[in-house]
């Protein structure tokens, strides 16, 4: 049973890497990068939907990203929606695709952007340790009903502080990484 809880604990704990990694991808950090673009929304016959679902988003030079929809009708909405967007990225089109030039980040930018991702980090983090402590409660009252002894308890929890541990240490050199792509002119 506990083995199931531990399983389930860290389960959850790498669903919670993949969020932090997502949201780390889909911050801007001078690159162009397909994933800048996987939050803004297209309003397509009066549906949101994602522009990948739209639209060909390729990256011809590490500075450009070029937005190619399938349906050319919806070009003047997929334009509309990264100006509504929080990329701070003006499109230009010449009617067949969308041109996004990435500029280069300014100082001012740059800490504003560390700072977002320490926050996305911390609230990687954080959810990390209420996974541990929920986990830790269920053996708690599973030790209480009588369905293991307290070393199995002890072992268990040492075995989810381990899970937490590693996690949060993945989770620290995700930070530091994309810190350095940050701070990379």
Do not use: C, H
Not at 111 to 129: D, F, N, P, Q
């Amino acid at each position: 049973m506990a083995g199931e809880l531990i399983k389930e604990a860290e389960s959850n704990m790498k669903k919670t890497i993949e969020v932090v990694k997502k949201e780390f991808a889909s911050l801007r950090a001078g690159r162009a990068t397909p994933a800048l673009l996987d939050k803004v929304m297209v309003n397509y016959y009066g549906t949101p939907t994602p522009v990948n679902q739209l639209a060909n988003i390729s990256v011809p030079e590490a500075r450009l990203l070029v937005v190619q929809p399938w349906d050319k009708t919806v070009l003047p909405e997929i334009e509309r929606a990264i100006l509504k967007s929080d990329l701070g990225i003006t499109p230009a089109s010449d009617g067949n695709v969308i041109r996004l030039a990435i500029p280069q980040l300014t100082q001012e930018r740059r800490a504003e952007l560390m700072k977002v991702i320490k926050k996305k980090a911390e609230e990687g983090r954080v959810a990390i340790r209420n996974i541990r402590r929920d986990t830790n409660e269920q053996l708690k009252s599973q030790q209480k009903d009588g369905k293991m002894s307290e070393d199995e308890l002890k072992r268990s929890q040492d075995e989810v502080q381990k899970l937490t541990d590693r996690y949060i240490k993945e989770i620290d050199s995700l930070l530091s990484t994309k810190e350095q792509e940050i701070m990379q002119v």
